[in-house]
T-cell receptor, first 113, second 111 residues
Framework: ETGVTQSPTHLIKTRGQQVTLRCSSQ?????VSWYQQALGQGPQFIFQ???????GRGNFPPRFSGLQFPNYSSELNVNALELDDSALYLC????????????FGPGTRLTVL | ELKVEQNPLFLSMQEGKNYTIYCNYS?????LYWYRQDPGKSLESLFV?????AVKQEGRLMASLDTKARLSTLHITAAVHDLSATYFC???????????FGTGTRLQVFP
């Protein structure tokens, strides 16, 4: 059984650029959630996808968007990058909505210059 | 809006000592999670607590939940250096996997 994987590990972008982060959910999991963790803070919920549909969104602007594919992998897209977007982006998967535990991937460290 | 607060934010403790981390949340929730995070790493699931009075233990860590008081505790017994990490509590609900995380408690165990 493979765990949650994310790519890339690290990424450096400049303000105004666009970025796509990728996540492969754990085998058998159909729900993927994305979180942003700024340095020294707790993760903040961006949005969740369940069976390819968005299933909840946190307080993030529309330039944060996502997709989930038929194999339940997911993408997080961020347009018009700002300096404050620099953070660790975590993907978490679970077997179903409302299940007991979310399993987190290793994260993508995004630096915006 | 649901808020989750942890205290203390920083904890420096000697090996062999006991201590408790507290997690308070502002509205009703039906599940409480504890995660561990090592520097630069992802989150490792420690415990999930699903009902009032739930208690779970793993090694030197024990977590409990009081839903009436909206309080969870993470108790550390006879701390060892390997427990040094940041510990987060997170609150969720049955209808969504959205987790609201606390501020985190950075634990440092020294000899």
């Amino acid at each position: 059984e493979t765990g949650v994987t994310q790519s890339p590990t690290h990424l450096i972008k400049t303000r105004g650029q666009q970025v796509t982060l990728r996540c492969s959910s754990q085998s058998g999991h159909n729900t993927v959630s994305w979180y942003q963790q700024a340095l020294g803070q707790g993760p903040q919920f961006i949005f969740q996808y369940y069976r390819e549909e968005e299933n909840g969104r946190g307080n993030f602007p529309p330039r944060f968007s996502g997709l989930q594919f038929p194999n339940y992998s997911s993408e997080l897209n961020v347009n018009a990058l700002e300096l404050d977007d620099s953070a660790l982006y975590l993907c978490a998967s679970s077997a179903r909505v409302g299940t007991d535990t979310q399993y987190f991937g290793p994260g993508t460290r995004l630096t915006v210059l | 809006e649901l808020k989750v607060e942890q205290n203390p934010l920083f904890l420096s403790m000697q090996e062999g000592k006991n201590y408790t981390i507290y997690c308070n949340y502002s509205t009703t929730s039906d599940r409480l999670y504890w995660y561990r995070q090592d520097p630069g790493k992802s989150l490792e699931s420690l415990f999930v607590l699903l009902s009032n009075g739930a208690v779970k233990q793993e090694g030197r860590l024990m977590a409990s939940l009081d839903t009436k008081a909206r309080l969870s505790t993470l108790h550390i017994t006879a701390a060892v250096h390997d427990l040094s990490a940041t510990y987060f509590c997170a609150v969720g609900s049955y209808n969504t996997d959205k987790l609201i995380f606390g501020t985190g408690t950075r634990l440092q165990v020294f000899p």
